[in-house]
């Protein structure tokens, strides 16, 4: 059975070696380098078995993106925690949104709007919205990238129509197809990162219904997931610009 890799991160200036994965289900760190095959390098090596290989990495490979903690414990935060970052955060806050629908949206009155009518409605007036926009007014940034699948759920398809309000409080809105999003190897992660230092992951249960956040702060975590925010940027567009391909892509 393959084993279940993650992607830590690189150096590489292209694209190529060297690079660190971790595996998720035994948490062994796996090191992608250039092949030491000298055999006056390999007699230097202790305990070098018959069946061993060995790779050269510059060190800072492993300082950046190498575990700092035998093992990560979780730090898990509830809803008001969570609400106060979104008022306190210095400089940016972006989402990675991969799910095919939310409980929470499906219970909101605004939901039944769009499922009658076609158009979620705007509601500029709620907590989330008004503090958006006292934050953006600020100078400071916000914005998050959708996944979407083909065609999109329910749940996809009311959100892409409440993205008029996300962009109306002053949100840099995105989508990007999920066949898109696999090809650039953005994790299956519900996540906010704010000011590049920490992230929130957004816990779910199989009923879409969220009921935690963990906390991450270890740099070289951090690190990936701002890799991740990059690279989903990239292949991500506008979501107008997206909409407008929802009747020629189904």
């Known amino acids: 059975?393959?084993?279940?890799?993650?992607?830590n991160g690189t150096d590489s200036k292209n694209g190529g070696c060297p690079a660190v994965h971790e595996d998720l289900d035994s948490g062994e760190i796996i090191v992608q380098g250039r092949p030491l095959t000298d055999p006056e390098d390999l007699v230097q090596l202790q305990h070098f078995g018959p069946g061993d290989a060995a790779v050269a990495v510059p060190r800072e490979l492993l300082v950046n993106h190498g575990p700092k903690e035998m093992d990560r414990v979780p730090k898990l935060i509830g809803p008001e925690e969570?609400?106060?970052l979104f008022h306190h955060f210095e400089h940016s806050a972006w989402h990675l949104e991969t799910r095919r629908g939310y409980a929470s949206d499906r219970e909101d009155d605004g939901y039944a709007t769009f499922l009658k009518t076609g158009?979620?409605?705007m509601d500029?007036?709620?907590d989330w919205c008004v503090n958006i926009r006292r934050q953006t007014a600020l100078g400071k940034y916000v914005g998050?990238?959708?996944?979407v699948d083909n065609p999109?759920?329910?749940?996809q398809r009311f959100l892409l129509s409440y993205a008029r309000c996300n962009a109306a409080t002053g949100e840099d809105v995105r989508n990007v197809w999920r066949e898109d999003a696999e090809r650039a190897h953005l994790p299956d992660e519900d996540f906010w990162l704010f000011d590049s230092r920490l992230v929130a992951i957004l816990r779910f249960d199989d009923q879409d219904e969220?009921?935690?956040v963990e906390i991450i702060t270890e740099p070289a975590e951090v690190l990936r997931y701002c890799q991740v925010r990059d690279a989903a940027?990239?292949?991500s567009i506008p979501y107008d610009d997206f909409t407008a391909q929802l009747d020629t892509k189904g």
């Open 210 to 212: 969220w009921h935690d």
């Open 82 to 84: 969570f609400g106060r």
């Open 233 to 235: 940027v990239h292949a």
């Open 1 to 7: 059975m393959a084993r279940r890799l993650r992607f």
């Open 144 to 147: 998050r990238v959708r996944v």
């Open 119 to 121: 158009e979620a409605p």
């Open 124 to 126: 500029l007036g709620s």
């Open 152 to 155: 999109p759920t329910d749940g």
